[in-house]
């Protein structure tokens, strides 16, 4: 079973940017699809970011797209998103995720994936 934990979350002023990582325990990560999606307190997870378990493809969300940028480094068992021109709607817990099925992180109708960590929160001041 993978394990994942987030960090790099904090408060930020809009324009700014952050960089999140996730660590991921568990032999099996580096053949897993990994992503980020976000969430709002009384509101249903958004898809951000995901790539495939190679990281020769990344697919994102058209409101983070240009801005975002998810990365993988299977040898350490890490994925990142690096969100730049943050905003205030980007406001949100940023949690980090895996499934076999990449499409499993990607449609929010599908539920929640196989594997995701408590979240980090980013807050995005206007």
């Known amino acids: 079973q993978v394990q994942l934990v987030e960090s790099g979350g904090g408060e930020v002023q809009a324009g700014g940017s952050l960089r999140l990582s996730c660590a991921a325990s568990?032999?099996?990560?580096?053949?897993?699809?990994a992503g980020w999606f976000r969430q709002v307190p009384g509101k249903d997870r958004e898809f951000v970011a995901v790539t495939k378990w190679s990281g020769s493809s990344s697919y994102y969300a058209d409101s983070v797209k240009g801005r975002f940028t998810i990365s993988r480094d299977n040898a350490k068992n890490m994925v990142y998103l690096q969100m730049n021109s943050l905003k205030p709607e980007d406001t949100a817990v940023y949690h980090c995720?895996?499934?076999?099925?990449?499409?499993?992180?990607?449609?929010?109708?599908?539920?929640?994936?196989?594997?995701w960590g408590q979240g980090t929160l980013v807050t995005v001041s206007s």
């Open positions: 995720a895996a499934d076999q099925k990449l499409h499993s992180i990607v449609v929010v109708a599908e539920g929640y994936p196989e594997a």
């Open positions: 568990g032999a099996a990560f580096s053949s897993l699809a």
